[in-house]
């Protein structure tokens, strides 16, 4: 595999155990709260709605526009800045781990998941899944559905595409529910402080995005360089 590849494979891999680990941080400290996603959320403000808790209502229209403002700000960022969005994101992934660590255990579990609302869609929207596929580092259920289409492909015509595609999201799979075991058993030997050891694949995730764009800038000269000497050798031949 290509050095480069390499790099945003374990970039892929990294992330996703950061997705599993504030996934099932959020269910096991707020009240089985999914962080991650909205589906749950937007069920809860019909529910409110038609029962009429309209304060508990409010609380989740409020993560539903942090939610959607993270989705913006990927869109709008890079049409008005240069900076490589993925540092922004890991950023924001160290700042929210941070934070999450000092908010009260007795506080609105919904109030106490707004960071991991903005930054988990920050990170779904910034990261693509290298080698063409489409996966999500922040929740499992289409990795699920692509792990086992391939899985059944393989097994059906030995076709080694669908092999590495089931190596791919089998690999996904497993680095999101290691994060997820490993943020259970943190929680509950060190309770909400057990969130910074996320922290770890956070500052990991920045070193590996800082060698990829090292070795993409490499290639690159390696590039033009041999361009060049290929149009200067032409050049000698025509003069010849």
């Known amino acids: 595999m290509h050095t480069e590849m390499k790099y945003r494979f374990l970039i892929h891999y990294t992330l996703s155990f950061i997705g599993g680990y504030l996934g099932l941080y959020a269910i096991v400290s707020r009240a089985d709260l999914f962080g991650n996603a909205q589906t749950a959320n937007l069920l809860s403000v019909v529910r409110d ?16 526009l942090i939610y959607m403002t993270a989705v913006i700000l990927t869109v709008w960022i890079p049409e008005h800045f240069s900076t490589d969005l993925r540092f922004i994101s890991i950023g ?5 781990v941070g934070l999450l660590g000092f ?17 988990m869609p920050f990170q779904w929207c910034t990261f693509k899944a ?13 990795n699920l559905r692509q792990f086992t289409t ?3 492909q393989f097994l ?37 402080p057990g969130v910074w050891f996320c922290l770890v694949p956070a500052f990991y995730a920045v070193w590996l995005i800082r060698a990829d764009r090292n070795t993409a800038s490499e290639v690159s000269q390696n590039t ?17």
């Open 49 to 64: 709605l038609i029962g009429r808790d309209f304060s508990d209502m409010l609380l989740r229209i409020g993560a539903l």
């Open 150 to 152: 391939a899985v059944t």
């Open 224 to 240: 033009v360089a041999v361009s060049s000497s290929y149009k200067n050798l032409s050049y000698k031949k025509k003069e010849a």
């Open 130 to 142: 290298p080698g063409g596929y489409n996966s999500s580092t922040i929740f499992s259920t289409n």
């Open 92 to 96: 924001i992934d160290i700042c929210a």
């Open 156 to 192: 059906m015509k030995k076709d080694a595409a669908q092999r590495d595609k089931a190596k791919f999201y089998g690999m996904t799979l497993l680095s999101f529910h290691a994060g997820a075991a490993l943020s259970l058993v943190m929680y509950m030997t060190r309770g909400l």
């Open 103 to 119: 908010l009260p255990a007795g506080m609105s579990p919904v109030i106490a998941l707004y960071p991991v609302f903005f930054a």
